[in-house]
């Protein structure tokens, strides 16, 4: 009898091994002359497991990870095509107490199913949302994102419903859809993580939109960093074009929607709507003033829906379970599921799909375990580059957007990296300014001069030459570029840099602040 093996194909996997263990296990195999299925399906998200071998048995699918090519024989002499014992065998992943806490919407096929599979995507209740939302039709779709209390995953939290509806009254002869998967943020995946690991759910959260909106037309602009990414994307839009769900008529309805995948050329910038834009136009991208919103004019100056990947892939069970289902997540205004990033230096390091409201110090402590290092946590920066570095005496803050800008924080993309007690807070202030002085596109002063200003006086700073005037002088410069920036890459670099100053005075020479006290 064949027996069937789940390696994941997930980049994550691919860097630890998995492609070697696929080898390994194949040739064991025929020497065993046992007859083998490999599925090479997505992540379930456990990075640390990565390669996470499961072997489909009686008692369901047993994972045993991280295994290596090494690992296999010893696997094959403890019969792990029986599920037998051996010290990587972890169990049923879903019991996994890692698994067990999660509330998995957008990731609860990933890890789960053969992402190339259009048939294993529909087993698993894909294009539920999709039948719902050509009942509906445009508005009642737009009503139920709506429900839903949906807020755009990719940074700003702006409602999702309220851009869609904006789109959808505008008039035009071509609107686009347009996915952000540019994924810039720092300690974050989970973007790529779906892409690979169940690439129809974009697709059917896409459609959706085009429906919802009246556009026809979708991109989804992604990294070169991502080639896993791109290749499980195209290969699924060609598998639902085949299958009548992308193109004319979609599933036999009277809309019609067809999308392209496209690769930048790197820049964190780019993931900035506007210089996705102009980037997918072909241009250097450069952040456009607003307004005109590209709800008005997007791409190529006609109304566009940009979304990110997360908040696509939220839709499609917004639609099969109705929005309110989804509402009764959360907390406050941040309703729903948020995918979190746990990364940097932790012990558990993975996807986590839970409802807002989670705290922070359960995220980082409890299910990321603490740090690799065993070191005592110091501080983790939350939302990538520009999010605060929040400290330990902050960690009970709730994941919600309004808990997180009431200090300074931000969501952002739900990446979190974890920071133990050695790390330099200087340094980090430091590099948070060199970061946006490299990657500022140019276009407003207090970012592209500022930013470079910003590191001087952090190296002067550093250097200890006149701390008290120069911090004086750099919380100055992060004012002018909070309040004077074009966009949020200049406007949102002071807060990483003050948080450090505010909350690790001691380390800049200034005395410690009442705030950092508490
Ligand atoms: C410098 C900068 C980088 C950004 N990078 C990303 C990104 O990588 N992915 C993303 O979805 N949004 C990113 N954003 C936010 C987008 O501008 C935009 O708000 C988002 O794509 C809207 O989608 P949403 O409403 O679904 O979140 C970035 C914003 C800025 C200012
Ligand atoms: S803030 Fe920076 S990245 Fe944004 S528009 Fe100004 S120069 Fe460009």
Excluded at 449 to 478: H, P, Q
Aim: charged share 20%; with cysteine; hydrophobic share 40%.
């Amino acid at each position: 009898m064949t027996i069937r093996i789940y390696v994941p194909k997930d980049a994550c996997a691919i860097a630890c091994g998995a492609d070697e263990v696929v080898e390994a296990i194949q040739a064991a195999a025929l020497a065993a002359r046992q007859p083998v299925e490999i599925i090479r399906n997505g992540s379930r998200g456990m990075l640390w497991l990565e390669p996470l071998v499961e072997v489909v048995t009686a008692e369901g699918r047993i994972g045993y990870g991280p295994v290596g090519a090494d690992d296999v024989a010893s696997l094959f002499a403890a019969g792990f095509l029986d599920g037998g014992a051996h010290e990587l065998r972890i169990g049923k992943p879903e019991e996994h107490p890692f698994m067990a806490r999660q509330t998995r919407l957008t990731f609860a096929r990933c890890g789960i199913i053969d992402p190339a599979s259009y048939a294993d995507y529909r087993a698993h209740g894909g294009y539920k949302g999709l039948e719902r939302a050509l009942t509906l039709g445009p508005a009642g779709i737009i009503e139920e994102v709506k429900k839903s209390g949906l807020r755009g995953r990719g940074g700003a939290g702006f409602p999702t419903a309220i851009k869609w509806k904006t789109v959808a009254d505008a008039q035009a002869d071509r609107k686009y859809i347009v996915c952000n998967a540019d994924e810039g943020d720092s300690g974050t995946f989970a973007d790529r993580m779906i892409m690979e690991g169940d690439p129809f759910e974009l697709i059917e959260g896409m459609t959706i939109a085009g429906i919802a909106v009246g556009a026809t037309k979708g991109y989804v602009y992604t990294r070169s960093e991502y080639p896993h990414a791109i290749w499980a994307m195209e290969k699924a839009v060609e598998v639902a074009r085949a299958n009548g769900m992308l193109g004319a008529n979609i599933g036999g309805s009277p809309y019609s929607f067809d999308m392209e995948v496209r690769m930048g050329a790197g820049a964190y910038v780019c993931g900035e709507e506007t210089a996705l834009l102009d980037s997918l136009e072909g241009k250097r991208g450069t952040v456009r003033a607003k307004p005109p919103l590209p709800a008005h004019k997007g791409l190529f100056q006609k109304p566009t829906v940009i979304n990110n990947v997360l908040s696509l892939t939220a839709v499609p069970h917004i639609l099969a379970d109705g929005g309110e289902f989804y509402a009764n997540f959360g907390m406050g205004r941040s309703r729903g599921t948020m995918p979190i990033q746990i990364a940097g230096n932790v012990k558990f390091g993975g996807l986590f799909e839970t409802a807002f409201g989670i705290t922070l110090g359960e995220l980082v402590n409890e299910i990321g375990g603490g740090t690799a290092t065993g070191k005592p946590v110091k501080a983790a920066q939350v939302g990538g580059p520009l999010g605060a570095y929040v400290p330990t005496w902050q960690f009970d803050l709730p994941f919600d957007y309004e808990a997180f800008a009431a200090k300074d924080a931000l969501i952002g993309h739900g990446g979190i990296v974890v920071f133990d007690e050695n790390a330099d807070m200087k340094k980090m202030a430091r590099f948070a300014m060199e970061f946006c002085s490299v990657e500022s596109c140019g276009k407003c002063t207090p970012c592209r001069i500022g930013s470079t200003r910003g590191v001087e006086l952090m190296d002067r700073i550093i250097a200890g030459e006149r701390v008290e005037a120069n911090l004086a002088t750099l919380t100055d410069l992060c004012q002018t570029m909070k309040l004077g920036s074009l966009c949020a890459l200049g406007g949102f670099t002071p807060y990483p840099v003050l948080s450090a100053m505010n909350h690790f005075p001691e380390e800049f020479g200034a005395p410690r602040r009442l705030e950092a006290a508490e």
